[in-house]
């Protein structure tokens, strides 16, 4: 576990930290630690020789908006994120999620990089992020020293439990959230019988444009806990398209997200039941949005 | 007099009152010192190493590394040990493991280190070497020919010393079989019951692993002082008992033997058996000289403790067209896991509710305990009595339903009311049961509701909502399966008139201190500031059995208003020539002695006292009491009547269920509870309410999930308590029934809350939905699978041979 | 051998200096370096709230906490409440209202309480029930719990009413 840490650091700039990564060995950042400190107590973390605390790096919690994206720092903690104003206001979506997520003590230290990068299917920030279109800012340092950044769609960004696309030497900056116009929906829903406190046995995020007409446009349906990684409902999505919302089309739609469904039986659920509840409640969330 | 009636009590009187909690301001502000806060100069810290395996010989053990490790004081495995006994209730658990784990939970080898980092390190150093046996993990399978034997080697229980505890089975050394312990139990005839049946049902039911779940996790600190007497610092329900099985155990004179109970961070019945970690903890300090202190992990806490009995059941009952019950014919089958501790003996309180919940003229019981190579169970709030109201109150509403009578008249025409003996022999003295069915119907509006949800099952919509009653009888008074059940007090009065009680009762946060303390200050006409309680350390006070069985506010109570009244009546003899009158025109009043009649103040008791003890006479008012509970030991037969008094309860309980993913919201419970007189009013809500919340998560959310021996979610993110925002609400009257041998009326309450919540609840869900449920807990998947016709019924457990006479 | 690294807080008002293993639990650095026992193990996982501590103002569980990430950082116990007039108003409607049983989860409860009550000040019984869905009890049902919040939250805001007319 943390026997083999040699070297403990806590940068206060970006470049310090980067630099950090890329030396041999490589570094474990530590942020909130609310993911690493059990995973390091269970033994199912491998630690490098540089245990790297990032939290006290400067400019890396602010949320701010950037042109048409609304752009939230790594270490922004999540109960920053929930009672932030441009937050609130621009990705509701989120918000929502949070609300769902851990405790209040966990939301106090966790930050929304670290969920990311831990990359747990279950994660609740991950849904609702894929449903909007987020995209992550991941920074390295080039070999003249200078910082270089590269952006990733979220979607690209999760390979398997535990697995993102970050490199070794990358440290996930920020997240990037495209700001939706007017005629936004949104709607999240943990299953579950807590509100919070939960790892989510399945978690579904919608996000979508309806013009004048009523008609559905850039629908985004995302689901958690049903396949390695936080997944979209690509033919569920492709049903909606361009459509206008009825009973019909909502049971349809929420079929095919079953059916895209590839879940796994573990301690909390079975696949079948799984699927049962994509089903049940994607259709729920769309009559929702029928009547809305 | 009605019951519901609340007798007035008098002008300052305490009994009835909200009361706080004598060491809440300590424990709010974090300075109450629990067993994991306590250290001893010196001391080590323990750790034990456990199997890897299921089912298992152990051909070696190589504890070489781990000894030469720096900051290890011993290792000790089974060969270090070689007089170790066995332990439990039937003595079939050695505390070390010599040849054989028969379970994950199993103690294999154990360190003494300078710290807890060192000693659990060491445990990663240890070799062992196994070669796998096959796994008994169902208990179905524990009979079947060729099923591994889980005991076959004698193990060491003394065949001249049958049995610790009177008429009790005990498991039988060397037996070709896996049974632990059977029990057989009748009265009437269950052949002439049917006959005279006009609606029989047969059910059967599978009631699954739960644990306990204290907030603060197990330990113990044990020291021998410089002239081998034995110091243990230990969470125990039962320390006299503790005591005399420790000094058997190690073969001790027990009066050498000192144990000091910390306060303890819940109990719930967990800590009533001996554990091997506090007997290996005692080998390390043997073995080092020094204190040794072990607490257990959250993880091993999950891993090791007793459970509650999972029990599978078949219950075949019958009732005739006008709704009075004709019989109950039950046959269980208990895992009884690899040892045997409490577990084992739920069949006693369970033997009450088939028998005697509801007047049955005829019953059967047979069930037996077999041994396999799952974790085993203890005891656990309510006792064995949570499984059996599940069936027995499934089948009220079915048969109601069959003959077409309102549930709760159903109810009402069976039940008992005060002065009935029941089958089994227990006298209801006291009896509230009819007042806590209309009570509890008539505040949740059982009747309407009950029709209206019905009818509301095939209504478009996914939500449904329903609602259930069940009811519940439990001992009030005692029980007496210990050749003793008593409880002994001593009082002493000070120059000041303050009060130290000192009591056998054990205090384990469900309020006993505050409650006797009350009840010594109504006896003495002082207010609570005026008492100490001393009730934790064996070397001071006086014997009592343990806390169990809900007895303490009884029994404890009785002992201590027993030794309060002969204070009492010792200063009343002492004034009444003073003030040239008689003793009995006399009383005790807001620290003053005054005179009965008129409630003139003759003088202050301290002042009283003072003059008392600074006189020629010099005398001190102390005062001892013991209390033996006017109940009987159970003959052969289990019939008896074996508490001093008998409690009842009915809850209602009111949920919504969403038809698209199987979650039961628990909106609200509606309960009546018969505990024969409120004395603490404020402790017994909280008592009631933890016990409703407790009922909720066996009902709803809380699953160990044993599978092949091994248990897969030993953490609280996967084994649900229920948390805030999830429970109902909660709306409790108390029906005062007034025992005539309870302390000021009362009866026993600690385990009744949790007793009906899951009965209510499959009752509930039944009238949401039209699908009756058999198998606990009620999550969100098993019940979406029942109303989706695709959750397997539960086979009926395989018919037990008569004993052979 | 686990590398230890010197840091620098304030715990309870108070200036420390020590130095930890880098693996420890902010939990394991009060109660085993310093020797505060009233902040309690319960899980060692963030599942249970028993190690409810305060770190620059909010809540946190210090199980999950890295000693070392405690460097340059204002850490409160239970302890250091209790001169709290929130803790204090807590403390007090706790008793008053019989929302301690066997007390294990209390000291967790009490300073959660404390951090709503400041975020907060007149929490109603659902914000005191989402308060402390971290925070398990075993013993009480919640109910007097959630009852002694909403009283204290209430009592409180009475008083700085009262203060301010």
Known sequence: MMNAVERYLAPTTLAQALAALATPGGATVLAGGTDLMPQANAGRVKAASTLLNIRRVQGLSAVALDGNALVIGTLATLATLQHDALVRAQAPLLVDAIDHFASDQIRNAATLGGNLCNASPAGDTLTPLLALDAQVELARLTDDGSIATRRLPLADFFIAPGRTRREPHELLTAVRVPLRGTGQIARFHKAGTRPALDISTISIALAAQRDDQGCLHDVRLALGAVAPTPVRAHRAEALLEGRRLDAALAAQAAQAAADEATPIDDVRATAWYRRELVNNLTRRMLDDVTQA | ?805 | MSLKHEIRFRLNGVEQRTSVDVGLSALQLLRDVIGLPGTKYGCGEGECGACTILVDGASVNACLLFAVDCGGRELTTIEGLAGDPRAQALRQAFVAHGAVQCGFCTPGMVVQATHLLAVEPKPDAASAKRAIEGNLCRCTGYQKIVDAIVDAGARLADTTAGDKQ
């Open chain 2, 1 to 805: 007099m009605s019951a519901l009636l609340t007798p007035p009590a008098a002008s300052g009187s305490l009994i009835g009152q909200r009361i706080p909690k004598m060491d809440a301001p300590d424990k709010a502000s974090g300075r109450t010192r629990y067993i994991h806060d306590i250290d001893l100069p010196g001391q080590l810290h323990a750790a034990i190493l456990r199997s890897s395996r299921v089912h298992a010989r152990i051909l070696r053990i190589d504890t070489t590394a781990a000894r030469a490790l720096p900051g290890v004081h011993a290792v000790l495995t089974a060969a270090d040990v070689p007089d170790q006994q066995p332990i439990g209730v039937a003595k079939d658990h050695l505390p070390l493991k010599r040849d054989r784990v028969r379970s994950v939970r199993d103690e294999i080898a154990a360190v003494a280190a300078e710290t807890e980092a060192i000693a659990r390190q060491a445990l990663t150093l240890i070799e062992v070497e196994y070669e796998d046996l096959p796994v008994l993990a169902d208990a179905r399978d524990a009979l079947a020919p060729g099923a591994p034997l889980i005991h076959p080697e004698p193990h060491g229980a003394d065949p001249a010393k049958p049995g610790l505890k009177p008429g009790m089975p005990i498991a039988f050394a060397g037996k070709p079989d896996n049974i632990a312990m059977r029990f057989d139990y009748t009265h009437g005839d269950v052949a002439q019951g049917e006959a005279e049946s006009d609606v029989v049902v047969e059910d059967s039911f599978s009631l699954h692993y739960v644990t306990h779940c204290c907030m603060g996790v197990s330990g113990v600190i044990a020291e021998f002082d410089a002239r081998g007497n034995l110091l243990l610092y230990s969470n125990t329900q039962v320390p006299f008992l503790h005591k005399r099985e420790f000094a058997e155990i190690f073969r001790m004179d027990p009066g050498r033997i000192r144990i000091i109970q910390p306060p303890i961070g819940g109990g719930f019945g967990s800590k009533l058996d001996i554990y091997p970690f506090e007997i290996i903890s005692v080998y390390l300090a043997r073995a080092t000289g020094r204190p040794v202190k072990l607490l257990f992990n959250r993880e091993e806490e999950f891993l090791a403790s007793p459970t509650r009995q999972p029990v599978l059941l078949t219950l075949r009952s019958g009732c005739k067209r006008d709704g009075t019950l004709t019989f109950r014919s039950v046959r269980t089958l208990h895992d009884n896991g690899a040892y045997t501790s409490w577990g084992a003996t739920t069949p006693f309180v369970m033997m009450q509710t088939f028998s005697s919940l509801y007047r049955v003229p005829h019953c059967d019981y047979h069930t037996l305990a077999v041994y396999t190579n799952n974790p085993y169970a203890g005891s656990f709030r309510g006792y064995g009595n949570l499984q059996a109201t599940f069936a027995v109150e499934a089948h009220m509403d079915q048969m109601a339903e069959a003959i077409g009578m309102d549930p709760l008249a159903f109810r009402q025409k069976n039940a008992q009311l005060q002065g009935e003996v029941s089958g089994q022999g227990m006298v209801f003295r006291s009896c509230g049961f009819q007042d806590c069915l209309t009570s509890a119907a008539e505040r949740s509006d059982f009747a309407h509701r009950h029709a209206e949800y019905a009818a509301q099952r095939n209504a478009p919509g996914a939500i449904k909502k329903g609602i259930g009653i069940a009811s519940m009888l439990h001992v009030g008074g005692g029980a007496k399966i210990y050749p003793s059940d008593g409880c002994g007090t001593i009082l002493k009065l000070d120059d000041f008139g303050h009060v130290t009680l000192i009591t056998g009762a054990s205090e384990i946060g469900q309020g006993s201190e505050t409650v006797l303390s009350q009840l010594v200050c109504e006896e003495l006409g002082l207010p609570m500031s005026a008492v100490t309680v001393v009730n934790n350390d064996t070397d001071i006070t006086p014997w009592d059995v343990g806390v169990h069985a809900s007895r303490t506010t009884f029994i404890a109570g009785n002992s201590a208003i027993g030794a309060a009244r002969k204070a009492r009546d010792k200063i009343f003899a002492a004034a009444a020539p003073r003030f040239d009158c008689a003793a009995d025109d006399l009383a005790l009043r807001d620290g003053h002695i005054v005179r009965r009649a008129s409630g003139e103040p003759l003088i202050e008791i301290a002042r009283f006292l003072r003059s008392l003890h600074f006189s020629d006479r010099a005398e001190l008012v102390m005062t001892t009491f013991y209390y033996e509970p006017p109940s009987v030991h159970q003959d052969k037969g289990f019939k008896g009547d074996v508490s001093a008094a008998y409690a009842w309860a009915a809850q209602v309980v009111e949920v919504e269920v969403d038809t698209d993913t199987g979650v039961v919201r628990m909106l609200k419970v509606t309960g009546a509870h018969d505990v024969g007189r409120v004395l603490n009013r404020l402790g017994i809500e909280g008592q009631i309410e933890g016990g409703i919340v407790m009922g909720q998560g066996y009902a709803l959310t809380e699953n160990l999930l044993v599978e092949n021996g091994n248990i897969r979610n030993p953490n609280f993110r996967d084994y649900k308590l229920v948390t805030a925002p999830e429970i109902p609400e909660m709306d409790i009257a108390f029906i005062e029934s007034m025992d005539g041998e309870g302390p000021q009326g009362a009866k026993g309450v600690g385990e009744a809350p949790a007793i009906c919540i899951a009965a209510a609840t499959a009752n509930a869900i039944y009238n949401a939905t039209g699908v009756r449920i058999t198998s606990l807990p009620f999550t969100p998947e098993r019940v979406y699978r029942a109303l989706h016709g695709v959750l397997p019924p539960v086979p009926p457990v395989p018919p037990i041979v008569e004993r052979p006479a």
